[in-house]
């Protein structure tokens, strides 16, 4: 009390308490006499909510309701932890970057998620969902606008869950294939043609290749197998990003005259390791939430399966990610460490649901050790992917692709292992040949009209002062774009 009047003049105080008693009794007065009246009020009141209760219907009708409001409901929040996983991304992006193009990041992260949205709304939902509307059959489907709610004020009977939370969901998968490509042009890539590529890829390649597996096309009907997305997803964004570095060329300063290859650290390695538990707080919402129904004690049990395949081959891609590294460079480089949990998390995307736990830690293990691999071949080709991109989504992307046919139970209309690889290899080449070969041309394009990259003059003084026009830190400010 004294805490809590602390500051209030007395005499505030002592009126504030007098007006309180005062009401106080009033109201024990009234309710003393009007108790019959009361009584009779509440007796009215239950009446009345009986009858509305009677004549509105029971809340759920049947099972079907009650299942309809639980997938609804956990969808929308894995895909709001889907979308948590922007910012993840931007993290681990400007902390492997360097200070003065850390506005450029984050703006770029920004608007992925944003045009993504209205792309995807406008076009892309339906064209990697198209039902019966194809333009050509299980290739191609037929592009529209908006999602088609399942009806005002009524349960969508038959169906498992709202097209709104299927949209957002959906929508959450798109920006992150998109956000992926912003790691390996950062430093060098224009804002403009970034935005260029963002609503291509969001509108038109994304949704299509996806409509090859997940919207029912060919690769479907062949028995291909990509759970949550490690190349669907994963392998789409991080080919993509491969075909704009390698077109946009290295940083300045990152290789020497004669080839040699010069480290540029990113300025916050703190940012970059928040970045990575906020993604692999994400990926909860990425490979749970893509069993799409949880209710019902099946749903429930292969929901919480999921997570738990999902985090032993996390741990296993930290773990081997670390080792190789320790043994190659003679210290355990943490930046390793935290792509190793990212590469585990990608491999495991597309199998997460059909892998026993060994067989998940060994995806895992491999998923780390080839985001190394990944990186010390980038480096002799001198591509320069400045956050690991292609090695953690590209290259582990294609491993959980091919791990599924090699560790996942067989699906229906598969009859033997050998088969079932066959299918993951040709459904895997397919989909990430498509994603580089449609953005290389992109960027080639960009590239020949000149807005591509920006001038050196412009890249030295970091792209947040070339290109937007302020300074992400005071210190930056100060120093005049000198911090790296």
């Known amino acids: 009390m004294t805490e809590t009047l602390r500051g209030i003049p007395l005499w505030i105080a002592l009126l504030v308490g007098m007006l309180g008693v005062s009401v106080s009794l009033a109201s024990v007065a009234s309710a003393q006499d009007d108790v019959p009246a009361v009584t009779e009020a509440v007796d009215g009141a239950d009446a009345g909510d ?18 309809y409001t639980i997938n609804t409901l956990i969808m929308f929040f894995c895909a709001v932890l889907v979308l948590f996983m922007q910012a993840g991304f931007a993290m681990v992006e400007v902390g492997l970057n360097a200070a003065k193009n850390t506005v450029n990041i984050l703006a770029k992260n920004v608007m992925d998620l944003s ?19 194809w333009i050509v059959d299980g290739w191609l489907g037929t592009p529209s606008a908006f999602v088609t709610r399942d009806g ?14 299927d949209f957002l969901f959906q929508v959450a998968f798109a920006a992150t294939a998109a956000t992926i490509v912003s790691g390996s042009v950062a430093g060098r890539m224009k804002f403009g043609a970034y935005m260029v590529y963002s609503a291509l890829l969001t509108g038109l ?4 290749s996806g409509s090859w597996k997940w919207g029912g096309g060919w690769l479907d009907a062949m028995g291909f197998q990509d759970f949550a997305g490690s190349v669907v997803v994963h392998a789409v964004g991080g080919f993509a990003g491969l075909a704009g570095a390698m077109l946009l060329g290295p940083r300045i300063g990152r290789y020497s005259a004669d080839g040699k290859s010069i480290p540029l650290p990113g300025h916050n390695v703190a940012f970059a390791a928040l970045g990575v538990f906020i993604l692999w707080v994400g990926w909860y919402g990425f490979n749970p939430g893509s069993q799409l129904t949880y209710a019902g004690a099946a749903n429930a049990e292969a929901t919480t399966y999921i997570a738990v395949t999902t985090s032993i081959s996390a741990a296993a891609g930290a773990v081997g990610a670390l080792l190789l590294a320790w043994g190659l460079f003679g210290k355990p480089d943490l930046t390793m460490a935290l792509n190793g949990v990212l590469g585990g998390l990608v491999a495991i995307t597309a199998n997460c649901d059909r892998v026993g736990q060994m067989e998940a830690l060994i995806i895992g293990l491999i998923g780390g050790v080839l985001v190394v691999i990944g990186v010390v071949i980038l480096d002799k080709m001198k591509i320069d992917d400045p956050v690991g991109a292609w090695p953690v989504h590209g290259l582990c992307g294609v491993w959980g692709g091919i791990a599924t046919g090699i560790f996942g139970d067989l699906p229906d209309g598969i009859e033997s292992l050998g088969a079932f690889v066959q299918v993951q290899l040709i459904g895997t080449v397919a989909i990430v040949a498509w994603a580089f070969l449609t953005m290389f041309a992109v960027f080639f394009v960009l590239k020949t009209v000149g807005f591509l990259r920006v001038s050196p003059e412009e890249e030295q003084a970091g792209l947040d002062i070339s290109e937007h026009g302020m300074h992400a830190y005071p210190s930056d400010a100060v120093a005049g774009g000198a911090i790296h």
């Open 152 to 165: 005002v004020g009524e349960v969508a009977r038959g169906d498992d869950y709202s097209s709104s939370a």
């Open 205 to 208: 390649i994304y949704p299509i």
């Open 50 to 67: 009986s009858a509305a209760e009677e004549e509105e219907g029971p809340l759920f009708a049947d099972e079907s309701d009650i299942a």
């Open 115 to 133: 045009v993504g949205i209205l792309l995807y709304l406008f076009i892309g939902f339906a064209l990697m969902y198209p039902g019966d509307a």
